[in-house]
């Protein structure tokens, strides 16, 4: 009894099926668009559901809604200018996003496409992956945040020890004013010369630790800046 051969490389339709199958259990679906001013839909896996929320036949032919609806604002013009510079360099690319979900809210995904040219060079379809991901943009965004709040929390700290600093520098004064007038007073001042030179030390002290206050607030943000 003959073995059955394997086939090495799967028929087309075969094919579909695999990738259909990966893109469902890596929460993901494969999509094909027009080049035309509405980007669409010519074709979408079924998974598409299980990104968006919402079933194929809603994108199909833009019947109910577009791929690119489903792009948060803030993320617009980011997602276009990567699509846009790969498509002149006739490159692929990929983009983390984040698109708004029918039930889960906003979600970050990340694409892989690239478009398909005739013979004379001319843009056919934009077509691609997309699946789910906590991606290295959301990663970066996430970044950027915390370090916005850290630059906002240390820039109060700067303030406020600028603030002791000229605190000090006006108690340095009176204190010197003090000791002079002691001086002055000779024995009857003694006392006060006294005061005045722990007050002198005080301000000495103070004024110390709050100049190594900045450089240690200073050197955090330049830390986070480097990350």
């Keep these: 009894m003959l073995a059955t051969p394997i086939q090495d490389t799967p028929a087309p339709d075969d094919e579909l099926s695999i990738f259909q199958s990966i893109t469902g259990r890596m929460q993901g679906f494969l999509y094909r668009q027009l080049n035309d001013a509405d980007f669409t839909v010519i074709y979408a896996t079924a998974s598409i559901r299980n990104v968006t929320g ?8 833009n019947a109910v809604r ?14 276009l200018d990567i699509v846009q510079d790969a498509l002149r360099k006739r490159e692929p690319w990929t983009v983390d996003y984040r698109i708004k979900t029918a039930k889960r809210g906003s979600l970050w995904v990340r694409e892989m496409g690239g478009g398909v040219f005739d013979e004379n060079g001319e843009l056919l379809f934009l077509e691609g992956l997309v ?25 109060t700290i700067l303030e406020d020890v600028d603030d002791i600093l000229r ?7 009176l204190s010197f004013n003090a000791r002079v007038e ?15 030179a722990e007050m002198k030390r005080l301000a000495d002290d103070t ?9 240690h607030v200073n050197a955090v943000r330049h830390v986070m800046e480097d990350k």
Excluded: C, H, M, W
């Design 54 to 61: 919402y079933p194929r036949e809603d994108f199909l032919g």
């Design 66 to 79: 577009t791929l690119p609806s489903l792009t948060e604002p803030d993320d617009e013009v980011y997602v």
């Design 131 to 155: 699946i789910e991901v906590q991606g290295e943009r959301a990663a970066r965004l996430a970044s950027e945040k915390r370090l916005r709040a850290i630059t906002g929390a240390t820039g």
């Design 167 to 173: 605190a000090i520098r006006a108690l340095s004064i």
């Design 182 to 196: 002691a001086a002055r007073a000779g024995n009857t001042g003694r006392g006060f010369a006294v005061v005045a």
């Design 207 to 215: 004024d110390k630790l709050a100049k190594q206050i900045s450089t």
